[in-house]
Antibody
Framework: QVQLVESGGGVVQPGGSLRLSCAAS????????MHWVRQAPGKGLDWVAF????????YYADSVKGRFTISRDNSKNTLFLQMNSLRAEDTAVYYC????????????????????WGQGTLVTVSS | QSVLTQPPSVSGAPGQRVTISCTGS?????????VHWYQQLPGTAPKLLIYANSNRPSGVPARFSGSKSGTSASLAITGLQAEDEADYYCQSYDSSLSGSVFGGGTKLTVL
């Protein structure tokens, strides 16, 4: 069965860095796009970043652009999120989510949804 | 401020029907992009409930249904049960972001 297991969260000071990992199993990781989605304490879901199945395309939310980098290692079935210049407002549970496509499977037509989510890893930015 | 707008809360008695709205704009729902719905039980990760406006993944009860019209979408839950008490989120694609957008979430309380 599909499993997504995030790790790497913790407490970091403002301006610091952290690298999150998401270990995937139970599906052909190299065939699927992946996303990071976060949720601040007591708040709603907030899309963070997308990476194409082969890593050739990446998109970011404006709030993290230039500070966060999404990447993947298909040989190790692992997704990453490098987070630099962290701010208090980045405090959240970070989820990795697997994409499933439908229709023509065109990302730019929004023909995808998140069919599996990890359990999340908590990142706390505080001095 | 979420890009998609949902009511913060809805409530209903067991057995009743409730609906949750999700309103977008011309760069997301209004542009024709589909809407997907997720259920998040307390302390757990979101779970897919409805995809492509009105499709239920296997295992999701028929009590859950979705629809979309213009710049809005709706999730309907009939025959409310205590275990339906959760947060519900709508999600779509936004062409101005080249990424996903979510609603702010709606807390469903079963009275």
């Amino acid at each position: 069965q599909v499993q997504l297991v995030e790790s790497g969260g913790g407490v970091v000071q403002p301006g610091g860095s952290l690298r999150l990992s998401c270990a995937a199993s139970g599906f052909t990781f190299s065939s699927y796009a992946m996303h990071w989605v976060r949720q601040a304490p007591g708040k709603g879901l907030d899309w963070v970043a997308f990476i194409r199945y082969d890593g050739s395309n990446k998109y970011y939310a404006d709030s993290v652009k230039g500070r966060f980098t999404i990447s993947r290692d298909n040989s190790k079935n692992t997704l990453f999120l490098q987070m630099n210049s962290l701010r208090a407002e980045d405090t959240a549970v970070y989820y990795c989510a697997k994409v499933n496509y439908y229709g023509s499977g065109n990302y730019y037509r929004g023909e995808y949804y998140f069919d599996y989510w990890g359990q999340g890893t908590l990142v706390t930015v505080s001095s | 401020q979420s890009v998609l707008t949902q009511p913060p809360s809805v409530s209903g008695a067991p057995g009743q029907r409730v609906t949750i709205s999700c309103t977008g704009s011309s760069s997301n729902i209004g542009a024709g992009y589909d809407v997907h719905w997720y259920q998040q039980l307390p302390g757990t990760a979101p779970k897919l409930l409805i995809y492509a406006n009105s499709n239920r993944p296997s295992g999701v009860p028929a009590r859950f249904s979705g629809s979309k019209s213009g710049t809005s979408a709706s999730l309907a839950i009939t025959g409310l049960q205590a275990e339906d008490e959760a947060d519900y989120y709508c999600q779509s694609y936004d062409s101005s972001l080249s990424g996903s957008v979510f609603g702010g979430g709606t807390k469903l309380t079963v009275l």
